[in-house]
Nanobody
Framework: EVQLVESGGGLVQAGGSLRLSCAAS????????IGWFRQAPGKEREGVSC????????YYADSVKGRFTISRDSAKNTVYLQMNSLKPEDTAVYYC????????WGQGTQVTVSS
């Protein structure tokens, strides 16, 4: 059974940092790209960042470039999202995602940035 379990969310002041984790199981972790999405209240889910299976290439939304860093640890089957210089507009539920014949999502972790 495929599982994606996010953790690391919380409440932080603007300018602060959080590191999100996505622990994956039930599939060949090293074979697939993993992405992070977020959904703020009243808004559509949007892509934040993605890392290919080897970790050699990454993608970031313009809104987070220079502040967020995605990485992966094959020994732990875990993808991380280091979030620095957080802004109130980063407040959202953050989900990790991968696709293999169908889309798989984690349950999400809440990030709240206070001004």
């Amino acid at each position: 059974e495929v599982q994606l379990v996010e953790s690391g969310g919380g409440l932080v002041q603007a300018g602060g940092s959080l590191r999100l984790s996505c622990a994956a199981s039930g599939f060949t972790f090293d074979a697939y790209a993993i992405g992070w999405f977020r959904q703020a209240p009243g808004k559509e889910r949007e892509g934040v960042s993605c890392i290919i299976n080897s970790g050699a290439s990454t993608y970031y939304a313009d809104s987070v470039k220079g502040r967020f860093t995605i990485s992966r640890d094959s020994a732990k089957n875990t993808v991380y999202l280091q979030m620095n210089s957080l802004k109130p507009e980063d407040t959202a539920v953050y989900y990790c995602f991968y696709s293999e014949r169908r889309d798989y999502w984690g349950q999400g972790t809440q990030v709240t940035v206070s001004s």
